[in-house]
């Protein structure tokens, strides 16, 4: 087995495991569909961004909320080390 490959099902467990605590939030919270098929739609297309290696789009700066600034820090601490 390659790195490649052990890489790419890391990547698709950890993806698996996202959906699924996202999913599961929402199913305790009693989240309305909309907000469920928003960000449904935004982790597909971050998975299909993943897999093709394509730079992510922006539609401009926004500010993420402080928990998932603090989220996006680990993503950073982990390209620096």
């Keep these: 087995m390659s790195c490649n490959q052990t890489e790419?099902?890391?990547?698709t467990a950890l993806?698996?495991?996202?959906v699924l605590v996202l999913g599961g939030v929402?199913?305790?919270r009693a989240t309305d569909d909309?907000?469920?098929?928003?960000?449904?739609?935004?982790l597909e297309?971050?998975?299909r961004r993943a897999q093709s290696k394509a730079r992510p789009t922006s539609d401009g700066p926004t500010v993420p909320h402080p928990a998932?600034?603090?989220l996006l820090r680990l993503?950073?601490?982990?390209d620096q080390a």
């Design 8 to 11: 790419s099902g890391a990547l």
């Design 15 to 18: 993806f698996r495991e996202v």
């Design 26 to 28: 929402f199913a305790v």
């Design 34 to 42: 909309e907000t469920v098929r928003q960000v449904a739609a935004g």
């Design 45 to 47: 297309r971050a998975w």
């Design 68 to 70: 998932i600034a603090a």
């Design 75 to 78: 993503t950073t601490e982990e």
